[in-house]
């Protein structure tokens, strides 16, 4: 994307006036001041030539002022979009990194419960390397303790 040339102060003053006047045209209030100004001929049929000549001026100076309105408009509307875009790939490339980081994290966590998976269980049980539990001895004993009861 080009950097916008820098504009001159004409150029945002004429930028201003266009936008104002789009805001203006496309109003509700623009559209009763017109209505209004169509039913005048009804009031007053000798004034019809001259209310269609400023009705034509009007149409003739307000059909390039939004067509600028609505340029200048999108051209803001394109620069946030193109700012959002920007932000989004940040997010993006940042959520990918740290999916990647959580893939390598979870992949030695899976590979080491296989590797315990195939080991045979031990019959010795160490807690903190203080407390060591024959397993056999255990079962064996409970089994005592069942069969005599």
Not at 18 to 35: P, R
Not at 45 to 53: I, K, R, V
Not at 115 to 125: N, T, W
């Amino acid at each position: 994307m080009q950097p916008a040339p820098k504009a001159t102060l004409l150029t945002r003053l004429n930028e201003q006036i266009a936008v104002k006047m789009t805001f203006i045209f496309g109003s509700i209030w623009c559209v009763y001041a017109f209505l209004v100004f169509s039913l005048i001929p009804l009031a007053a049929p000798g004034w019809q030539n001259t209310l269609l000549y400023i009705s034509n001026c009007i149409q003739l100076v307000a059909l390039p002022a939004l067509m600028v309105g609505n340029a200048v408009l999108s051209r803001a509307s394109d620069q946030r979009a193109a700012e959002d875009h920007q932000a989004l790939v940040e997010i993006l490339n940042d959520v990918r990194a740290e999916v990647a980081a959580l893939k390598t994290m979870t992949s030695g966590i899976a590979q080491k419960t296989d590797e315990a998976a195939k080991h045979p269980s031990s019959e010795m049980v160490s807690f903190a390397n203080e407390a060591i539990i024959n397993l056999g001895e255990a079962e064996a004993a409970s089994s005592k303790d069942d069969h005599s009861k």
